[in-house]
């Protein structure tokens, strides 16, 4: 869809030697990136709440697919792009600890652990870039957003009794982004870039007299390299 907006555009501006050009490229490869979690637990009971705030950080793996409509501007300059992408991540589990908060009221948030994974995502990005040097190649910044199909889960330990239960579920995430890159050009251009990612993702479980509340924040900074074929 972005491709046929650029060639739409392009088809539009006059003959002339500053006609915009568009090309399309697709590519993949690997995406690496540090990610800390914060995870939030309050437990509402009567009139009564409790939070416990916790965070964990580890490196999560992926594969990254994508595609992309360019549109080269006034003399060659600059450039307009928008793409799609598929994120495959690696099946790596950010793990934490949530503190108890040992007030001695009813709705004490108890001792537990947690747990966030992501699944497999699509993503839309749109950069503006420049040509440096020779032409061959360009530096750019991006804004972006992914829909993430990622899992939850929270799970505590009653004190008292020793007996455990735990929350579990898949959700939907969307992190936002915004970055910059580097693309060095040639028969495979190959793209540098980092970007910093932010998700904030809300889910409720009630039951007869208890309410429970979990805030996963999720942020990350990530490094990707991809290999690509322009047409």
């Not at 001695?104 to 001792?111: C, I, K, Q, S």
Request: hydrophobic content about 35%; overall charge positive.
């Amino acid at each position: 869809m972005l491709a046929l907006v650029c060639a739409s555009s392009a088809a539009l501006l006059p003959d002339s030697p500053s006609r915009a050009q568009v090309s399309y490229s697709l590519g993949l490869g690997p995406e690496i990136t540090w990610r800390t979690v914060e995870h939030t637990k309050t437990v509402t009971i009567g009139g009564g709440s409790s939070t416990s705030t916790s965070a964990a950080s580890g490196l999560a793996l992926a594969a990254r697919m994508f595609g992309a409509g360019h549109m080269d501007l006034s003399d060659g300059s600059l450039q307009l792009s928008g793409g799609i992408e598929v994120i495959v991540p690696a099946r790596r589990v950010v793990e934490g600890t949530i503190s108890p908060t040992n007030s001695g009221n009813p709705h004490d948030v108890w001792p537990g652990r947690w747990d966030f994974r992501d699944g497999i995502g699509l993503g839309a990005t749109f950069r503006v870039g420049r040509h440096v040097g020779d032409g061959s190649r360009r530096v750019y910044g991006l804004i972006g957003a992914r829909r993430m199909w990622s899992e939850f889960a929270t799970g505590g330990t009653n004190p008292e009794t020793g007996i455990a239960g735990e929350d579990r579920t898949r959700l939907a995430r969307w992190p936002m982004s915004v970055g910059a890159g580097l693309t060095l050009g040639g028969r495979w251009p190959t793209d540098l870039r980092v970007t910093y990612t932010r998700s904030t993702t809300d889910w409720v479980v009630t039951q007869p007299g208890l309410r429970l509340d979990y805030r996963y924040v999720t942020s990350g900074v990530a490094l990707s390299v991809g290999i690509g074929k322009i047409h």
